[in-house]
C-alpha cells in the first residue's frame, strides 16, 4: 500500500508526584540514563528524579546543561558527549528549547527520549517537531520527526513553581493554533490524520477559556489546581498532539510567522514573550478574517490575563511594525489559506485592534472612575 503510515502516540503521567511513575515506565528501555536539560530545570526536578530510579537498577551516566539556544551547533555538540553515547535512553529536561535540543539529540543518537517538562511555556514536550535557532537565536526552521517521547512527566507541583509568564506564553501559543489551523483547512478536503488535528485543535481553546484565568492565578500563587492541571494538559498534551497529527502547514499560521518576524527584531526593541507575541498575531489574524466576534471574545481573555492587546505591549516601533508586516506578505505559506493575507490587510487589522484597544480602556478607566 503506498502512502503507508504510522502514527506513534506519547503517553503521560499529571500529577505532584508524576516523577514516581519513572520507575515503572523507564526500566523496560535500558539501564542507563542521560539527562539533557536547561540549568534551572535540571536543579528543580535532579533531585525528585535519582529518588524515583532507587532501586530499580537505572543509572544516569551524566547530567548535560543544554541552555541557550536549540541549534544544530549546539545539538552535534551533545551527541559527541560520552554520557550520551553511553545511555540506552534520554531524559529531557526544562522548557522548550532544552527539550528540542534534548529531542534531536535523542533523534540523531536514535535514542528512546522521555520527557519532563518545568514550565508550561509549549507543547516541546509532547511534540515531535523540534524549533531550530541560530546560535544568536534567531529562528532558523523546524526539524521534522514522527518519533515523539516515549512518556511525557508534568509533575505539576514543579511546574506551578515556575514564572507565571511561561503559562502566558503557553496560553497563547496554544489558542493561536486552534485560529490558525482552523482557518488554514477551512474548505479543504482532509485526510484522516489532518482531521484528527484540526479536530483535536478545538481542545487547544475551550480549556482555556474555561478555565485560563484561575490557572494564571493560581500559578502567580505557586498554587496546583484542578485548573491549572487542566490548561497544563492543554498546552502540553492537546497541543503536541494536534502538532504530531495536523501536517506542518495547519500547525502555524499567520500568528506564528508574525511571531517569527517579531522576535526577530533587535532584543532592546521587542518583548522576548513567544506566547505573549502570537496572541497579538491572533488578534489581526481573527481581524483579518472578519471574525468579529471571536475576535472581541478572545481581546477580552487577553486583557482578563494579561496578553498583548496593542502595538505598544509588543515593544515593537511602527517603523518595526510595518517591516514586520512586510517579511510576514512576503515570506507566508499562502498555498494552503483561503485566501492571501497582505501587508495593506495586515495594517487594516492593526489600526482596528489600536482604535478598539483605546476605545476599550477609555471605558475601562470611566467605569472605574465612577465605581
Known amino acids: 500500500m503506498e502512502g503507508r503510515y504510522t502514527m506513534t502516540f506519547p503517553d503521560y503521567t499529571i500529577g505532584v508526584e508524576a516523577y514516581e511513575k519513572i520507575r515503572e515506565v523507564c526500566p523496560r528501555y535500558g539501564k542507563s540514563v542521560v539527562v539533557i536539560g536547561g540549568r534551572t530545570g535540571i536543579e528543580v526536578a535532579q533531585e525528585k528524579m ?16 543544554a541552555g541557550g539556544q536549540s541549534s544544530y551547533e549546539l545539538i552535534e555538540k551533545i551527541s559527541r558527549d560520552e554520557a550520551v553515547q ?18 534531536a539529540v535523542a533523534h540523531a543518537q536514535h535514542k528512546p ?42 509533575c505539576s507541583r514543579i511546574m506551578a513553581q515556575a514564572p507565571v509568564e511561561y503559562l502566558l ?26 482531521g484528527m488535528g484540526i479536530a483535536l485543535a478545538k481542545m487547544c481553546l475551550d480549556p482555556l477559556y474555561n478555565y485560563g ?13 484542578d485548573a491549572f492541571e487542566e490548561v ?27 511571531f517569527v518576524e517579531l522576535a526577530d527584531l533587535p532584543a532592546a526593541e521587542q518583548c522576548r514573550q513567544h506566547g505573549g507575541l502570537v496572541a497579538y498575531g491572533t488578534l489581526l489574524l481573527l481581524l483579518c478574517d472578519g471574525q ?15 496578553l498583548p492587546t496593542c502595538r505598544e505591549d509588543t515593544c515593537a516601533s511602527e517603523a518595526d511594525i510595518h517591516r514586520v508586516f512586510q517579511a510576514t506578505e512576503k515570506k507566508q505559506d499562502v498555498s ?16 482596528d485592534l489600536e482604535a478598539y484597544h483605546q476605545e476599550h480602556e477609555k471605558t475601562r478607566k470611566s467605569l472605574n472612575k465612577n465605581e
Not at 535519582?50 to 546543561?65: D, K, S
Not at 535557532?133 to 512527566?153: A, D, M, N, W
Not at 497563547?172 to 477551512?186: F, L, N, V, W
Not at 492571501?340 to 492593526?350: E, P, R, V, Y
Request: a positive charge; aromatic letters at 12%; charged letters at 20%.
Open 50 to 65: 535519582v529518588r524515583a530510579v532507587e532501586g530499580v537498577g537505572l543509572e544516569f551516566t551524566g547530567f548535560i546543561h
Open 86 to 103: 553511553a545511555a540506552d535512553m534520554v531524559f529531557a529536561v526544562g522548557g522548550g528549547k532544552a527539550i528540542d535540543t534534548a529531542k
Open 113 to 154: 527520549f522521555f520527557t519532563f517538562p518545568t514550565v508550561a511555556g509549549s507543547c516541546a514536550a509532547a511534540a515531535s517537531i523540534a524549533t531550530i535557532y541560530t546560535p544568536q537565536g534567531k529562528f532558523r526552521e523546524y526539524l521534522y520527526s514522527t518519533v515523539p517521547p516515549v512518556h511525557v512527566f508534568l
Open 169 to 194: 506564553r503557553g496560553i497563547g501559543d496554544t489558542m493561536a493554533k486552534y485560529y490558525e489551523a482552523t482557518i488554514a483547512s477551512r474548505g479543504r478536503k482532509l485526510c484522516h490524520r489532518d
Open 213 to 225: 484565568a484561575q490557572a494564571v492565578e493560581d500559578n502567580r500563587r505557586h498554587v496546583v489546581s
Open 232 to 258: 497544563v494538559l492543554s498546552i502540553v498534551i492537546t497541543s503536541g498532539l494536534v502538532s504530531n497529527f495536523a501536517a506542518p502547514e495547519y500547525n502555524g499560521h499567520m500568528a506564528h510567522r508574525l
Open 292 to 306: 468579529k466576534e471571536e475576535f472581541e471574545r478572545f481581546f477580552r481573555f487577553c486583557r482578563s490575563i494579561g
Open 336 to 351: 494552503v489559506m483561503p485566501y492571501k493575507i497582505t501587508q495593506d490587510m495586515l495594517h487594516a487589522a492593526a489600526n
